[in-house]
T-cell receptor, first 114, second 107 residues
Framework: KAGVTQTPRYLIKTRGQQVTLSCSPI?????VSWYQQTPGQGLQFLFE???????NKGNFPGRFSGRQFSNSRSEMNVSTLELGDSALYLC?????????????FGPGTRLTVL | GIQVEQSPPDLILQEGANSTLRCNFS?????LQWFHQNPWGQLINLFY???GTKQNGRLSATTVATERYSLLYISSSQTTDSGVYFC?????????FGTGTRLQVFP
C-alpha cells in the first residue's frame, strides 16, 4: 500500500504571497491532519479533516485554512505569507482519526518565505 | 493543555551502546506514539503504545499510563539510529508532540 504523499516537497515564496500544499492519504484513510514544525515552536497541530469536514483546529490564525475532497485528499492554504511561516509542513493520515489508531506521516513540504 | 516533556534533549552514543529515552505527560491521554524523524524530516512510526510493553527488533517501548510516562529503549545502537525521537500523545482531538530527543550515534 502506498504511503502518505505530499506535494510539492520544497517551495520558496515571498512575503505577502499565498501557497497551497497538497496531501494524499493512505488508501482507505478518512482522516487527514496537518502540522507545522519550526525550530522554535516544535511540532504543532494545525487542523484535522474527516469526511470533508474540519473536525478540529489548532491555535493558528485564520490565514491558515484547509479543505478535504471526497477522495480524502487534503489541501492546506496559507494566505498573506509572513517570514515566520517558514517551516516544514507535515500531514498525517489515519483510518478514523485521533484516539483510535496510528497516525502515518508524509515526507513533508519545506516552505521558505523570503 | 497537556504538556509533554522528553529527556534527555540530546544524547551522544558510540555504536553498540544502549540508551533509554523518557517521555512524561501531564494528564491522562487516549494513546501515545513514538516516532523517529530522519534527517530529511520524515516521521517514521516506531510504536503505538497506550499502555504496556512492545518490542520491535532492537527497539522496545513501555508506557505506564497511570504514572504518565513512557520509555523508549534502544539496544546495540547503530549509526542509522541517529535522528530526533519524538513521543506524541493523543487526546480526543489532536496529537501533541514532545520537544524531542536528538540522538547521535558515532562509529
Amino acid at each position: 500500500k502506498a504511503g502518505v504523499t505530499q506535494t510539492p516537497r520544497y517551495l520558496i515564496k515571498t512575503r505577502g504571497q499565498q501557497v497551497t500544499l497538497s496531501c494524499s492519504p493512505i488508501s482507505g484513510h478518512r482522516s487527514v491532519s496537518w502540522y507545522q514544525q519550526t525550530p522554535g515552536q516544535g511540532l504543532q497541530f494545525l487542523f484535522e479533516y474527516f469526511s470533508e469536514t474540519q473536525r478540529n483546529k489548532g491555535n493558528f490564525p485564520g490565514r491558515f485554512s484547509g479543505r478535504q475532497f471526497s477522495n480524502s485528499r487534503s489541501e492546506m492554504n496559507v494566505s498573506t505569507l509572513e517570514l515566520g511561516d517558514s517551516a516544514l509542513y507535515l500531514c498525517a493520515s489515519s483510518l478514523e482519526g485521533f484516539g483510535t489508531d496510528t497516525q502515518y506521516f508524509g515526507p513533508g513540504t519545506r516552505l521558505t518565505v523570503l | 493543555g497537556i504538556q509533554v516533556e522528553q529527556s534527555p534533549p540530546d544524547l551522544i552514543l558510540q555504536e553498540g551502546a544502549n540508551s533509554t529515552l523518557r517521555c512524561n505527560f501531564s494528564d491522562s491521554v487516549n494513546n501515545l506514539q513514538w516516532f523517529h524523524q530522519n534527517p530529511w524530516g520524515q516521521l517514521i512510526n516506531l510504536f503505538y503504545i497506550p499502555s504496556g510493553t512492545k518490542q520491535n527488533g532492537r527497539l522496545s517501548a513501555t508506557t505506564v499510563a497511570t504514572e504518565r510516562y513512557s520509555l523508549l529503549y534502544i539496544s546495540s545502537s547503530q549509526t542509522t539510529d541517529s535522528g530526533v525521537y519524538f513521543c506524541a500523545v493523543e487526546n480526543t482531538d489532536k496529537l501533541i508532540f514532545g520537544t524531542g530527543t536528538r540522538l547521535q550515534v558515532f562509529p
